[in-house]
């Protein structure tokens, strides 16, 4: 049953005044006695998701304008109910023009901590890249796409610290099944063919100075050599075979070479990494993660 006597009815010429605009409640910004539960500080608090194209650099010079998913968030001090939500997102709009790279963040994250009022803040886009990828026999080629985050943040001392995430996807020959193969070969005459699989290697580094996304990308190709291909023809698929009886790994192998490039790289502070491997011999999968550790970076 109605019990109020409102109108249903929409004035699309009703203009806001300055007055108007004055008298809306402002709820966020009301006495601590509004909080609810604990007046505790919240360490982030935000928006996740929201998405808009944005430029981002390559090693050529060339701009690459890719759709952008943007995680937002700042502190929020005891005391205060709550942030003012909008900000996050049209602060950011101030620069979304510009192109993106990590050092760039800490830009934003000023403009937030302003904006906000807040003493810290946090951000995060994350967006596929495309890359091309020849093929490895036929000359032919195609693209590739990573999917990859940066990352910053910017804490109360006024510490700022970037971030790369990416994920790189290989093939894992495994070096025990293809012994076992060779074995059943050898000794009965028998064809056997050793498991392999798509495998997934992701990859968080904690930055000192700038990278190309390219650059991590090929840092994880010289490390585990055997990436998934795009365009194949049978050429191409002989030369992934041989390249898999060359550089067959366990999935231990896998996280300890790409440790061993990561920690050559100057501009990477700290690193975790964790390798997955999709087995075709199990259900399930093989998972390792290394670290680099250093004081105060990702362990
Ligand atoms: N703080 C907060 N705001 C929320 C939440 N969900 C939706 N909002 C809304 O986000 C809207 C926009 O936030 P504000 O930036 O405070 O908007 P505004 O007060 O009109 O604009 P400015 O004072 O100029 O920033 C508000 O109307 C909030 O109600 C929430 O969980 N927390």
Redesign the pocket.
Do not use: P, S
């Given at each position: 049953m109605i019990t109020t006597n409102l109108r249903r009815f929409y004035d699309p010429t009703f203009t806001v005044t300055d007055s108007y605009?004055e008298s809306?409640p402002?709820?966020?910004?009301g006495p601590a006695s509004l909080i609810e539960g604990a007046n505790v500080p919240i360490q982030q608090?935000g928006i996740s998701n929201f998405k808009l194209p944005l430029k981002y650099p390559t090693p050529s010079g060339e701009l690459l304008t890719l759709e952008t998913s943007v995680d937002g968030y700042v502190g929020l001090d005891a005391g205060k109910?709550?942030?003012?939500?909008?900000?996050?997102m049209?602060t950011f709009y101030k620069f979304q023009h510009d192109v993106f790279h990590p050092d760039k963040l800490e830009e934003v994250l000023k403009a937030y901590q302003d904006?906000l009022e807040s003493r810290s803040a946090f951000l995060k886009l994350s967006f596929s890249y495309p890359m091309m990828k020849e093929s490895l026999r036929s000359g032919l080629a195609g693209y590739q796409y990573y999917n990859v985050s940066i990352e910053g943040k910017l804490d109360e001392s006024g510490q700022f610290t970037s971030y790369m995430h990416l994920d790189f996807e290989y093939s894992s020959a495994c070096p025990c099944s293809y012994e076992l193969s060779e074995h059943a070969r050898e000794s009965r005459d028998l064809a056997a063919i050793p498991h392999s699989q798509r495998s997934v290697a992701t990859i968080t580094a904690q930055l000192n100075s700038e990278i190309f996304v390219d650059d991590m990308v090929e840092i994880c190709r010289e490390a585990l050599q055997t990436e998934t291909q795009v365009i194949v023809k049978r050429e191409d698929e002989q030369a992934f075979a041989e390249m898999n009886g060359a550089f067959q790994k366990f999935v231990e192998d896998a996280a300890r070479l790409l440790y061993d490039e990561l920690n050559k790289d100057e501009r990477i502070r700290d690193f975790v990494v964790r390798c997955a491997h999709l087995e075709s011999l199990h259900s399930h999968d093989a998972v390792s993660r290394i670290c680099k550790g250093v004081p105060n970076g990702l362990r």
């Open positions: 605009k809306l402002d709820l966020q910004n608090v109910k709550g942030i003012n939500m909008g900000r996050i049209r904006d």
